[in-house]
Each structure stands twice: as structure tokens, then as C-alpha cells.
């Protein structure tokens, strides 16, 4: 069983800038969630997919944004990127409402 | 609208000492109760979860979380801590069932074991 994979790891961007983060779920799993991890905090919930479609979000900027594939793979994009967008970004997948699981991350710095 | 508080945000403990994390929550409906665990530079890990039963949960490298619903409390306890138990630990909670998994988070736990 192959658990949840994201790319790249590390990603160092500029202010303005735009990013594109992606991660593949979990065998089985077809809802993706993701999260913002500032350093020293816990996760934040940024928002979820199921079924291709936003699924629930968090209190972040339009800015943020997502896609959810038919294979269940997500993308997550960030544009005019700023230095609080600093942070490691983790995607987590389950079936349906099931318990989370976690990918390793993507570390992002903006300069 | 849920919050978790973990009341202590690092806990330095003796290889060998038992070791407590404290994790109070609030909310407005029902929850399923989660501790994660995050070592250096990695992901989250599920460590243990409470969604219903009995109000004691275990996991299998010894890590045990107890539900208190009047104390709306899900603190986490070891009897003995190894070195590799050098961690950063997260209480969350979702809602339960149709309610949704997005995860509320605490602000973390860091778990220092010496030798």
C-alpha cells in the first residue's frame, strides 16, 4: 500500500511569485486535505477536496487555491506569494470523512 | 467552532520516566480525538485516536490517551520513555461522522528525552 507522497520536498520562491505544490493520496483514499504548518505552530486547515470539488476551507485568502484530479491526486497553488506564506505545507488523504493520514511535506520559503 | 490547547509546550523528561501531555479541547458538537506525532523535518504521524468505545486507547509503541468528556480532556501518557520518543506531539480534533475530518490542531508538545 503506497501512503501519501508530495513534491517536490524543499521549494524556495520570491515575494510575488506564484507556487504550485502537488500530492498523490493514499490507495483507497479519495479526499485530500491541506494544511499550513508555520514554524513553531501547529497545522492550520487550509481546505479539502472530495469528488473533484472544494469540500470546506479555512481562513485563508483567495489566493489559495486547489484541484483535486480524478485519480484523487491535489494540487495546491499560492499566488503573489508572501513572506508569511513561509512555511511547510502538508497534505493529508482518507476515505470519505476517515481518519487522516499525513505526507512528509513541502518545505516552502519565500524571500 | 473547535480550539484544542496543549498546556505545556515543551516537556523535558528522563529516558526511562513516565511522561504526560496535556490536551484540552473545545467544542460545540460531538468529536473524534486525535494525538499525531512529528519527528525532525517529517510529516505527521497518527499516533493514536479515540472515535468511539471505550474511553482508553493505546497505541503500539506504548503511548496511551484517556477521553474525558466532562473534562473535555485527551492527555497522553507513557510509563517509560525511550530516547527515540524525542518528538513534537499535536492533540487535534474533528467533528464526528457527517460533521467532517478537517482537524482543528493544538500548538504542539516538544518532547525532549535525555539520557
Known amino acids: 500500500e503506497t501512503g501519501v507522497t508530495q513534491s517536490p520536498t524543499h521549494l524556495i520562491k520570491t515575494r510575488g511569485q506564484q507556487v504550485t505544490l502537488r500530492c498523490s493520496s493514499q490507495?483507497?483514499?479519495?479526499?485530500v486535505s491541506w494544511y499550513q504548518q508555520a514554524l513553531g505552530q501547529g497545522p492550520q486547515f487550509i481546505f479539502q477536496?472530495?469528488?473533484?470539488?472544494?469540500?470546506g476551507r479555512g481562513n485563508f485568502p483567495p489566493r489559495f487555491s486547489g484541484l483535486q484530479f480524478p485519480n484523487y491526486s491535489s494540487e495546491l497553488n499560492v499566488n503573489a506569494l508572501e513572506l508569511d506564506d513561509s512555511a511547510l505545507y502538508l497534505c493529508?488523504?482518507?476515505?470519505?470523512?476517515?481518519?487522516?493520514?499525513f505526507g512528509p511535506g513541502t518545505r516552502l520559503t519565500v524571500l | 467552532a473547535q480550539s484544542v490547547t496543549q498546556l505545556d509546550s515543551q516537556v523535558p523528561v528522563f529516558e526511562e520516566a513516565p511522561v504526560e501531555l496535556r490536551c484540552n479541547y473545545s467544542?460545540?458538537?460531538?468529536?473524534?480525538l486525535f494525538w499525531y506525532v512529528q519527528y525532525p523535518n517529517q510529516g505527521l504521524q497518527l499516533l493514536l485516536k479515540?472515535?468511539?468505545?471505550?474511553?482508553l486507547v493505546e497505541s503500539i509503541n506504548g503511548f496511551e490517551a484517556e477521553f474525558n468528556k466532562s473534562q473535555t480532556s485527551f492527555h497522553l501518557r507513557k510509563p517509560s520513555v525511550h530516547i527515540s520518543d524525542t518528538a513534537e506531539y499535536f492533540c487535534?480534533?474533528?467533528?464526528?461522522?457527517?460533521?467532517?475530518?478537517?482537524?482543528?490542531f493544538g500548538g504542539g508538545t516538544r518532547v525532549l528525552v535525555k539520557p
Open positions: 493529508a488523504s482518507s476515505f470519505e470523512t476517515d481518519t487522516q493520514y
Open positions: 490507495s483507497g483514499h479519495n479526499t
Open positions: 477536496y472530495y469528488r473533484e470539488e472544494e469540500n
Open positions: 467544542s460545540s458538537v460531538s468529536v473524534y
Open positions: 479515540y472515535l468511539s468505545g471505550s474511553t
Open positions: 487535534a480534533v474533528s467533528g464526528s461522522g457527517a460533521a467532517g475530518n478537517k482537524l482543528t
